[in-house]
T-cell receptor, first 114, second 108 residues
Framework: DAGVTQSPTHLIKTRGQQVTLRCSPK?????VSWYQQALGQGPQFIFQYYEEEERQRGNFPDRFSGHQFPNYSSELNVNALLLGDSALYLC?????????????FGSGTQLSVL | GQNIDQPTEMTATEGAIVQINCTYQ??????LFWYQQHAGEAPTFLSY????GLEEKGRFSSFLSRSKGYSYLLLKELQMKDSASYLCAVKDFNKFYFGSGTKLNVKP
């Protein structure tokens, strides 16, 4: 049973560039959430996708956008990169919305903006 | 706003017991979760509480008091591999709010 997979593992970009991160959820999961984790901090909620729609969004600017495909995989896009966007980006999958289901995390994409 | 507090760092000895506290103030509550995160790795689920009281899973136990906005994670018979960050998270409908994590150092 494949867990949550993310690609790429590491990425180096320069300020102003755009980046796309990818995530495949755990088998059987239909909900994908994205989190940003700065060094020494806990994960911060970016947004959640369910049924190919953005269901909820955290306090992140519109430069952060996403997409969910019919097979439940998801992409996170960040435009006009800033130095402060350097962080570990975590994808987490779960089943359904609400309730008490737990998150399963991928290993993350380490983004460095120079 | 959402506020989740936990100690930044703790040190304990192999074989001992350690308690990591978490206090929270959130607008909604659908459960309190604990995750373990080793350096450079993804968080992995440890336990969760939705009702007041103690939940035990092997060497790990978690306690919740909703009226006090308080939880703790208890780790018994500490092992060197338990050296990691421990994240407290509150679920509010579809969102998880995480604390900054408690870095636990286990020494021989």
């Amino acid at each position: 049973d494949a867990g949550v997979t993310q690609s790429p593992t590491h990425l180096i970009k320069t300020r102003g560039q755009q980046v796309t991160l990818r995530c495949s959820p755990k088998s059987g999961h239909d909900t994908v959430s994205w989190y940003q984790q700065a060094l020494g901090q806990g994960p911060q909620f970016i947004f959640q996708y369910y049924e190919e729609e953005e269901r909820q969004r955290g306090n992140f600017p519109d430069r952060f956008s996403g997409h969910q495909f019919p097979n439940y995989s998801s992409e996170l896009n960040v435009n006009a990169l800033l130095l402060g966007d350097s962080a570990l980006y975590l994808c987490a999958s779960s089943l359904g919305t609400g309730g008490y289901e737990k998150l399963f995390f991928g290993s993350g994409t380490q983004l460095s903006v120079l | 706003g959402q506020n989740i507090d936990q100690p930044t760092e703790m040190t304990a000895t192999e074989g001992a017991i350690v308690q990591i506290n978490c206090t929270y103030q959130t607008s909604g509550f659908n459960g309190l979760f604990w995750y373990q995160q080793h350096a450079g790795e993804a968080p992995t689920f440890l336990s969760y509480n939705v009702l007041d009281g103690l939940e035990e899973k092997g060497r790990f136990s978690s306690f919740l008091s909703r009226s006090k906005g308080y939880s703790y994670l208890l780790l018994k018979e500490l092992q060197m591999k338990d050296s990691a960050s421990y994240l407290c998270a509150v679920k509010d409908f579809n969102k998880f709010y995480f604390g900054s994590g408690t870095k636990l150092n286990v020494k021989p």
